[in-house]
């Protein structure tokens, strides 16, 4: 689901944080880094594994990552710059409900196992996902949103593309 984290990640940060000048680069890696590491590897060895939220969707990653980030930087810029990443990966975590998995969520404290999915086989898996309807409700709120952004942000001029990607910002006030 990266439309949904990208996002609802984006849309609870800004207006949890309303912090305009956020880096919304790190928050979006962050946001989808746990699908980008686990799904690759859990579709590779589904077979063993029957799941693909592995070790990036555990809290203790998670635990990790920030204690990293704050471990390595002081207050000021850098700080700044790195902690979405950290913000991106629990809201990630948030987003899938991984609380009904505490298995996976609290991995490897409860065990070193991950709780096995509903289908025995990739296929399986693959057609539950695409054919669940909640996916494509959070996929369409999660473009909205971006698609949003993307107008308020005036993202068609190609200076402002290039602003965005140079500094992970976007010109869009935060509302009330």
Do not use: Q
Request: aromatic share 12%.
């Amino acid at each position: 689901m990266l439309f949904w984290h990208l996002g609802a990640t984006t849309a609870i940060t800004r207006y949890t944080f309303r912090d305009e000048r956020m880096d919304l680069r790190f928050l979006m890696l962050g946001a989808i880094l746990p699908d980008l590491v686990d799904t690759p590897i859990g579709l590779l060895w589904y077979r063993h594994l029957h799941t693909v939220r592995l070790v990036t969707h555990s809290l203790p990653f998670a635990a990790v990552v920030m204690a990293g980030v704050l471990l390595a930087t002081r207050r000021g810029r850098p700080r700044k710059r790195w902690m979405p990443l950290a913000i991106g990966l629990l809201l990630h975590l948030f987003l899938d409900a991984m609380w009904a998995d505490p298995a996976t969520l609290w991995w490897p404290l409860l065990g070193w196992s991950f709780t096995a999915e509903a289908a025995s086989t990739v296929g399986g898996y693959l057609r539950d996902l695409f054919t669940n309807p909640l996916m494509w409700a959070g996929e369409a709120v999660g473009v909205l949103y971006l698609a949003y952004l993307w107008r308020a942000g005036r993202m068609a001029d190609p200076a402002r593309r290039a602003a965005f990607v140079a500094t992970g910002r976007i010109d869009v006030p935060i509302g009330p």
